[in-house]
């Protein structure tokens, strides 16, 4: 007879928004074991598993710590509780986490201060106290803290008062998987799994049970806002409630988002085990992504499973139109479906897709290879090209414009390079071939085309660097250190090394002379040597800048880009990931406008 052996569950942490599957193992009346469900849909010889989830309520009030979501909460920020959108970050588990927070947490009432200006006054005798004395007008009791309950929603419900005291069990879930909800904030989980009869419907034998701990909300970083470098003092958030760029603009999204192949506990052991999950990951960086409402999206470390089952679908609903090139795989091994590559997507309502472009290094290696390199050389010459590497180049026609018709009478094509660099730090001359190789190709592009053009992606190189200045210059000086590793001349002669696109990156925008609101706070976190983000990617061992949005500044110009975020806040949870920013990139997003047609 069918029987259940154990459960359990694959994290014990469960997180509002993020399904819990159980683990349930079975032994089928063959005495084998098998972990398949066995449905009241298909029972097995009369048996079937009957699931029940249910929410553990009881007289304790819970609140839990916004910094450390796995802690109580026994502080609230008095600022913060008086302001609504602030609640939910007002929380803290002692006062040492609020003071260690302080830092970060001070920018939340500056922010909320420029947007209501009446609050300057109060904000200043606030944040003038200092942490310290701040920390000191909060209560030390769960009994007396300002809890956010006197609202129409409150973040945080207030647990059901039992008449008889002790615990009540509310179901919530009636199948295998449950996805807990903001009403399970504090309250812990209980998963029911039991053997019942198909006729009967009756219970068999006791049921196997597991208790999960509390249920945590998903961490919610501040709305990175989008911030105008045409001089105009307009600043705004990008969220769900529409998007701010004028008519006749669009905008742009470049994100690695690290692959769950990737994503080891090895790597990155500072991140909490449940916030490096990719079932919370993909939760969150979905939220992220659709958040952003950007226009066109490119994301790098994309695996060809997720994106399949996964990122395509679920930016489907949002009215995204989704391109797709998975790494070759003559270096890979496992699995291709957990291969990763890029995927470009484009809201339907914006553009239309006119054509897609393949782009495989390992191919032009082979060429090279046969062209140039001796025979005796050439196993060797493919074993240090060959790196799986790709670039995914769409060709877009708009379906807005700055006039009604293009004065040339031509229709108004956008051509959108993705691409992941190879990220062997030691393959200098392989990161610069590749880069080469594409921009020919972009070149060929644009000759035929003549449209304007973004080069996106995460090219595993720093500013400065030969890769990123053939990019922006154009070319690459004979004498750039980076030129002195290519072990078989596949550089040479260097005087190849150029195209002619005018390519600029966008985020260099940030050090234009004008200025505008707030400008200079985010000229700080440039670096004004090489007109490039600090960083694009922070971890523990790293942080500088890999990742551009290239633009032709002869056809387009930048109105607004998405503001960078800064090291300090980052490094309250020690780098990326974490729980608010599930990659170990940054997002960078640009707010574009066509300019008049000038033939190159």
């Not at 001089?231 to 905008?251: C, E, K, N, P, W």
């Not at 795989?329 to 006119?354: K, M, P, Q, W, Y």
Request: contains cysteine.
């Amino acid at each position: 007879m069918l029987s259940v052996i154990r459960v359990h569950l694959p994290s014990e942490i469960p997180i509002v928004g993020c399904e819990l599957t159980p683990y349930v193992l079975v032994r089928r009346p063959d005495k084998t074991a098998a972990t398949e469900d066995v449905p009241e849909s298909a029972p097995l010889e009369g048996y079937f598993l009957r699931y029940r989830w249910y929410r553990v309520q009881s007289d304790k009030k819970v609140t839990i710590c916004s910094v450390h979501p796995t802690e109580q909460a026994t502080l609230q920020c008095v600022f913060c509780s008086k302001r609504r959108a602030l609640v939910a970050k007002s929380y803290h588990c002692s006062p040492k986490c609020f003071t260690d927070a302080w830092q970060h947490h001070k920018t939340l009432h500056e922010r909320a201060a420029a947007e209501n200006g009446n609050e300057e006054d109060e904000l200043a005798r606030f944040n003038s106290t200092g942490s310290g004395v701040l920390a000191s007008t909060l209560s030390g009791s769960m009994s007396n803290l300002t809890l956010a309950n006197n609202g129409p929603t409150p973040f945080y419900p207030s647990s059901i008062t039992q008449k008889n005291g002790g615990e009540t069990l509310i179901e919530v879930g009636g199948c295998k998987t449950y996805t807990p909800t903001a009403d399970d904030i504090g309250y812990v989980l209980k998963f029911e799994c039991v053997v019942a009869n198909a006729e009967t419907k009756q219970f068999v034998g006791h049921p196997s049970t597991i208790l999960t701990s509390r249920v945590i909300p998903a961490p919610s970083p501040s709305p990175r806002r989008l911030i105008s470098v045409n001089g105009a003092d307009v600043m705004g958030h990008l969220d769900q409630d529409g998007r701010i760029q004028s008519a006749g603009s669009f905008t742009v999204l470049s994100y690695n988002i690290l692959s769950d192949t990737s994503a080891s506990s090895d790597l990155y052991s500072y991140c909490p085990p449940w916030a490096l999950s990719w079932p919370y990951r993909r939760q969150n960086l979905l939220r992220e992504i659709v958040g952003y409402r950007a226009d066109v999206v490119c994301l790098q470390e994309v695996q060809s499973d997720h994106f399949h089952e996964i990122f395509a679908p679920e930016l489907d609903k949002h009215g995204y139109q989704a391109l797709y090139k998975r790494k070759t795989n003559e270096v890979l091994s496992g699995s291709t479906s957990a291969i990763d590559g890029c995927a470009t997507f484009f809201r339907r309502d914006r553009f239309a897709h006119v054509k897609k472009y393949d782009v495989e290094f390992n191919k032009a290696a082979q060429s090279l290879t046969e062209a140039i390199i001796p025979h005796t050389q050439k196993r060797n010459a493919l074993n240090r090209l060959v790196k799986d590497n790709i670039a995914l180049i769409v060709v877009l026609e708009s379906k807005f414009g700055n006039q009604p018709t293009d004065p040339s009478g031509k229709r108004q094509l956008i051509c959108v390079a993705n691409t992941h660099v190879n990220v062997q730090q030691e393959l200098k001359d392989v990161k610069l071939w590749q880069v080469h190789t594409l921009l020919k190709g972009l070149e060929k592009i644009a000759a035929s085309a003549d449209i304007p053009m973004l080069v996106c992606g995460d090219f595993n190189t720093l500013p400065g660097s030969a890769p990123h200045t053939l990019l922006v210059m154009g070319k690459v000086d004979p004498l750039h250190p980076d030129l002195l590793v290519d072990p078989f001349g596949i550089l040479r002669p260097h005087t190849k090394l150029t195209h002619q696109l005018p390519l600029v990156s966008a985020y260099s925008s940030f050090v234009r002379p004008v200025m505008g609101l707030g400008l200079e706070q985010h000229r700080r976190r440039m670096d004004l040597n090489t007109n490039e983000p600090l960083f694009t990617n922070c971890t523990r061992e790293f942080i500088g800048t890999h990742d551009y949005i290239f633009y032709t500044a002869d056809t387009l110009m930048v109105e607004s880009l998405l503001e960078l975020l800064d090291e300090e806040g980052l490094r309250k949870d020690t780098a990326l990931p974490s729980p608010e920013w599930s990659s170990n990139h940054i997002a960078l997003l640009a707010e574009f406008r066509c300019m008049p047609r000038t033939r190159r």
